[in-house]
Nanobody, 123 residues
Framework: QVHLVESGGGVVQAGGSLTLSCAVSGRPSSDYVMAWFRQAPGTEREFTTAISWTGGFTDYSESAKGRFAISRDSAKKTIYLYLNRLKPEDTADYYC????????????????WGQGTQVTVSS
């Protein structure tokens, strides 16, 4: 069993930055992939970025590439999402997810989810 808790959301002006954290409790398997998804009102949950629990693999959506960065601190069991050069269209609830099956950008491939943290980017 894995439990995820996100934090770090808030309100920021366009062009600004935020750092989101995902605290992981339980015993994630070494083959787990940790991902960040986001969901804006009235839209489907959208893949943003992912990292393997061992840190050897990362993946970014086109909208995240070049602006966002994911990292993990295995000692602290925490996954970070660095949001840079934020745009109003980045406004969404951001969710941390963990999955141990074959890697996928689809939300259905992930077994564990946090409660989400809200990011609002003002223009």
């Amino acid at each position: 069993q894995v439990h995820l808790v996100e934090s770090g959301g808030g309100v920021v002006q366009a062009g600004g930055s935020l750092t989101l954290s995902c605290a992981v409790s339980g015993r994630p398997s070494s083959d787990y992939v940790m991902a960040w998804f986001r969901q804006a009102p009235g839209t489907e949950r959208e893949f943003t970025t992912a990292i393997s629990w061992t840190g050897g693999f990362t993946d970014y959506s086109e909208s995240a590439k070049g602006r966002f960065a994911i990292s993990r601190d295995s000692a602290k069991k925490t996954i970070y999402l660095y949001l840079n050069r934020l745009k109003p269209e980045d406004t969404a609830d951001y969710y941390c997810a963990a999955g141990g099956r074959q890697y996928s950008r689809h939300a259905g491939a992930y077994d564990y989810w946090g409660q989400g943290t809200q990011v609002t980017v003002s223009s």
